[in-house]
């Protein structure tokens, strides 16, 4: 059994989302095209949080959603409570929403964030942002809000030595954040947060790594903890960015779900914040043959454990990606505003600094060991009977961390299923080769 994730067409720099099967099959769904494209500008009312938000009827009626004339991804959901809640429970009173789209994230800002009392709306389409104005209407919030017409990094560069940057500033694009972050960080205040997503996963989990050294200046890699992956080498790339403006950015909170990654940054202005953050960059080698995992400041071309060829992701983020205080808060504001998916969200964060940056996949440790899959559970009772902590990983769909080394993640997994006698006295159990 393998982790990675396969190969996908070529759709680089577009948003990874699955179009699911219908009953009617490929004749219900060119019908569903046909339809969505006719209601391309009908316009309906549709409720997010507390919100009213005005949104083209047909991004609801198709997954993925039109791009044209405007965009609004109701998948997105989870990601915008997240935002409410995160900035509910910060201080600060301005928000810029750089690409605002029809409003969704703004507008839900400016209605249901109290101490907010500026929300900069930005995009570059008119028809997307006359939209936004609709509904910032509707919430009667239009005191509360601002538009401005124009490329995110204009906008956010213009922000510059100016008296007027923002507590909170959010960077949403099609694809890789990387044309918008040093803009984004100028545009953020000393002390504020800036949050940032990317969408190209196939990129960032290794699928295309010649695409992330190109892109992003570090090598990812696709196996059983990917995603974590993805996340830390996207915050190596913003603590990079920010110290070349002799800023700091240090995560606060991160969170991987469907085809996204999206981390949370405290912004400190200065140069020493900025040398302190890149203390946390380093490297990760994992061995597809012993599936030992270490943490080393340069990459590794062989383990260190069985000698054989290892496979190094870096530079990345190995420091802390959470505020165990912010996350509390932010807990408290989504159970208040009945966001029970960003609640749980945020609490399966909770303990993760306290392990290494990599997770163990149980159906890879069972595919090693050429096992049935044993129940998660029981490898966490023997883990912690022997003295190790656990939790299951936030990033991955299975898996766990723990600061046990592979092999007694290995030995874990036995004690829950029957195996031959001998078979973890070898020198190391031969991992099965994924990928060649």
């Given at each position: 059994?393998?982790?990675?994730?396969?190969?996908?067409?070529?759709?680089?720099?577009?948003?990874?989302?699955?179009?699911?099967?219908?009953?009617?099959?490929?004749?219900?769904?060119?019908?569903?095209?046909?339809?969505?494209?006719?209601?391309?500008?009908?316009?309906?009312?549709?409720?997010?949080?507390?919100?009213?938000?005005?949104?083209?009827?047909?991004?609801?009626?198709?997954?993925?959603?039109?791009?044209?004339?405007?965009?609004?991804?109701?998948?997105?959901?989870?990601?915008?409570?997240?935002?409410?809640?995160?900035?509910?429970?910060?201080?600060?009173?301005?928000?810029?929403?750089?690409?605002?789209?029809?409003?969704?994230?703004?507008?839900?800002?400016?209605?249901?964030?109290?101490?907010?009392?500026?929300?900069?709306?930005?995009?570059?389409?008119?028809?997307?942002?006359?939209?936004?104005?609709?509904?910032?209407?509707?919430?009667?919030?239009?005191?509360?809000?601002?538009?401005?017409?124009?490329?995110t990094s204009s906008y956010l560069y213009s922000r510059?030595?100016?008296?007027?940057?923002?507590?909170?500033?959010?960077?949403?694009?099609?694809?890789?954040?990387?044309?918008?972050?040093?803009?984004?960080?100028?545009?953020?205040?000393?002390?504020?947060?800036?949050?940032?997503?990317?969408?190209?996963?196939?990129?960032?989990?290794?699928?295309?790594?010649?695409v992330a050294r190109r892109r992003y200046g570090a090598?990812?890699?696709?196996?059983?903890?990917?995603?974590?992956?993805?996340?830390?080498?996207?915050?190596?790339?913003?603590?990079?960015?920010?110290?070349?403006?002799?800023?700091?950015?240090?995560?606060?909170?991160?969170?991987?779900?469907?085809?996204?990654?999206?981390?949370?940054?405290?912004?400190?202005?200065?140069?020493?914040?900025?040398?302190?953050?890149?203390?946390?960059?380093?490297?990760?080698?994992?061995?597809?043959?012993?599936?030992?995992?270490?943490?080393?400041?340069?990459?590794?071309?062989?383990?260190?454990?069985?000698?054989?060829?290892?496979?190094?992701?870096?530079?990345?983020?190995?420091?802390?990606?959470?505020?165990?205080?912010?996350?509390?808060?932010?807990?408290?504001?989504?159970?208040?505003?009945?966001?029970?998916?960003?609640?749980?969200?945020?609490?399966?964060?909770?303990?993760?600094?306290?392990?290494?940056?990599?997770?163990?996949?149980?159906?890879?440790?069972?595919?090693?060991?050429?096992?049935?899959?044993?129940?998660?559970?029981?490898?966490?009772?023997?883990?912690?009977?022997?003295?190790?902590?656990?939790?299951?990983?936030?990033?991955?769909?299975?898996?766990?961390?723990?600061?046990?080394?592979?092999?007694?993640?290995?030995?874990?997994?036995?004690?829950?299923?029957?195996?031959?006698?001998?078979?973890?006295?070898?020198?190391?159990?031969?991992?099965?080769?994924?990928?060649?």
């Amino acid at each position: 059994m393998t982790s990675q994730i396969p190969k996908p067409p070529d759709r680089r720099g577009e948003r990874y989302m699955k179009v699911p099967e219908t009953a009617g099959g490929a004749g219900e769904s060119f019908n569903r095209v046909q339809t969505a494209q006719r209601d391309s500008l009908k316009l309906v009312e549709h409720i997010e949080g507390s919100t009213k938000l005005i949104v083209p009827a047909a991004s609801l009626a198709v997954d993925p959603p039109p791009t044209s004339p405007v965009f609004f991804n109701p998948a997105a959901a989870l990601n915008r409570d997240i935002s409410v809640c995160l900035t509910a429970a910060t201080g600060g009173s301005s928000f810029c929403d750089s690409m605002a789209g029809v409003g969704a994230r703004g507008v839900r800002i400016a209605n249901e964030v109290n101490r907010i009392d500026c929300v900069v709306l930005v995009d570059f389409n008119g028809k997307a942002l006359r939209i936004a104005r609709k509904a910032a209407a509707l919430n009667r919030v239009m005191r509360k809000c601002e538009f401005a017409q124009s490329e995110t990094s204009s906008y956010l560069y213009s922000r510059f030595g100016r008296d007027r940057r923002f507590d909170f500033v959010d960077v949403d694009p099609f694809g890789t954040p990387v044309g918008q972050l040093q803009g984004a960080v100028r545009a953020t205040t000393d002390g504020g947060i800036l949050s940032v997503t990317a969408t190209d996963t196939a990129v960032l989990c290794g699928v295309y790594p010649k695409v992330a050294r190109r892109r992003y200046g570090a090598t990812p890699l696709n196996n059983g903890f990917n995603h974590e992956t993805a996340i830390r080498l996207l915050a190596g790339v913003v603590a990079r960015a920010a110290a070349s403006l002799d800023t700091g950015a240090r995560p606060v909170a991160a969170h991987s779900t469907m085809h996204y990654v999206r981390l949370f940054f405290s912004v400190s202005v200065g140069a020493t914040k900025g040398d302190s953050m890149l203390n946390s960059l380093g490297h990760v080698a994992w061995c597809p043959s012993c599936g030992h995992v270490a943490a080393a400041p340069e990459s590794r071309i062989s383990c260190e454990r069985c000698g054989k060829k290892a496979r190094s992701t870096g530079p990345i983020w190995i420091g802390p990606l959470v505020d165990e205080d912010l996350l509390q808060g932010a807990r408290r504001v989504a159970d208040r505003l009945n966001l029970p998916k960003a609640s749980a969200t945020l609490a399966a964060l909770s303990g993760l600094d306290g392990f290494p940056p990599w997770s163990y996949s149980i159906d890879d440790a069972c595919s090693t060991l050429g096992i049935a899959t044993v129940p998660e559970t029981e490898v966490y009772r023997s883990l912690e009977e022997r003295g190790y902590s656990a939790m299951r990983t936030p990033f991955e769909k299975t898996g766990l961390k723990t600061n046990a080394a592979y092999a007694e993640v290995l030995r874990a997994v036995t004690e829950s299923q029957s195996l031959p006698e001998g078979l973890l006295d070898r020198p190391h159990v031969e991992r099965q080769r994924i990928g060649g």
